[in-house]
């Protein structure tokens, strides 16, 4: 965890108090990532949380990154395939519909996500949901023959270890695929100090744990053992159809409200400006992902 983000205590009954304020209170007064303690969200967080992975990946140009990088690795279609922190399973249902695999497992330590995800992939054959810690996960060694940790390393406090874990229970020879927000590029500013971008400062520090993670990506691979290893970046661009980065300025604004920083009106006019922005063509919301993809070593 994160230390030195302090929470300022709320009384239960005070009018201000939101599900972040309840949040932010769950592990004393350290600020944590929403989603390395998503287990303890109430259910009006983590249905918020469960919107806004939904929103992301439904962006066309979500699949249009994960086409890319799945494209750098030769997945056969007797596959065995297991994901890391699936939450509601979009990326799960993006990935099944590009390649056809014999087996993809989706793991999270959510059981309200899994669910979740088991609801929307309805249908769709070879594809199974299972609780799990990406930390330990319950399968034996070599059991995959691909790994995909999609947005999840910047979001635990041990990236290293969950990577590890992922790396353990693919074969030698078996594919690894890391993906990640760069999150410390995030901007919704469109000129010199927009107050807009105060939103994204304080949304990354609620909610993401590590927003430099995509920078630290090889050395992490390194480190775990993978080989043969490429790197992408990529440009997350909303304007008009911006749902994913206007949930950013909501969970932003929800923030500094909830931190005491700004007042309710406050938070109110930073969601509306951000609205008649997306209704003026002046939005602009901006974010870069990168990928590496390897391999385990042959014995
Ligand atoms: C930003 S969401 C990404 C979900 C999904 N991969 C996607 O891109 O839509 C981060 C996910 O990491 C999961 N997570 C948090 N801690 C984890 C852990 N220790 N091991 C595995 N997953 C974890 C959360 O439950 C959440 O579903």
């Not at 972040?20 to 929403?34: A, K, N, S």
């Not at 390393?153 to 890391?178: F, K, M, T, Y």
């Not at 409200?257 to 901006?286: P, Y």
Request: aromatic content about 6%; overall charge negative.
């Amino acid at each position: 965890m994160r230390s030195g983000r302090r929470c300022r205590r709320v009384a239960p009954d005070h009018p201000d108090r939101t599900v972040w304020q309840t949040l932010r209170c769950v592990r004393g007064c350290v600020v944590p990532d929403v989603y390395s303690i998503i287990t303890e969200l109430d259910d009006t967080t983590l249905e918020r949380v469960a919107t806004a992975m939904e929103s992301s990946a439904a962006d066309p140009q979500h699949r249009v990154m994960v086409s890319a990088y799945l494209s750098d690795l030769d997945v056969a279609e007797s596959a065995r395939v297991v994901e890391v922190g699936c939450g509601t399973g979009a990326i799960a249902r993006i990935i099944t519909s590009l390649i056809r695999v014999l087996e993809y497992v989706g793991t999270d330590p959510s059981p309200q996500l899994v669910e979740r995800a088991r609801e929307l992939a309805t249908g769709v054959s070879g594809l199974r949901f299972e609780q799990a810690d990406g930390a330990s996960l319950p399968f034996a060694d070599a059991s995959f023959d691909l790994a995909i940790v999609h947005r999840v390393l910047s979001h635990v406090p041990d990236p290293h270890r969950v990577l590890q874990e992922a790396v353990r229970v693919v074969r030698e020879g078996g594919l690894v695929a890391v993906f990640d927000g760069d999150y410390a590029t995030t901007t919704l500013a469109i000129g010199t100090a927009d107050p807009l971008q105060c939103c994204v400062e304080a949304f990354t520090r609620a909610f993401v744990h590590e927003p430099w993670i995509v920078r630290r990506l090889s050395r992490l691979a390194a480190q775990a053992g993978i080989i043969d290893t490429r790197v992408r970046s990529f440009g997350f661009v909303q304007v008009r159809e911006a749902d994913y980065m206007l949930s950013i300025v909501d969970r932003g604004a929800d923030t500094l409200l909830s931190d005491g920083v700004i007042g309710a009106d406050l938070a109110s006019e930073l969601k509306a400006e951000a609205r008649r922005r997306v209704l003026d063509d002046t939005f602009f919301g901006h974010v870069a992902y990168g990928s590496l993809t390897g391999r385990k070593p042959l014995d």
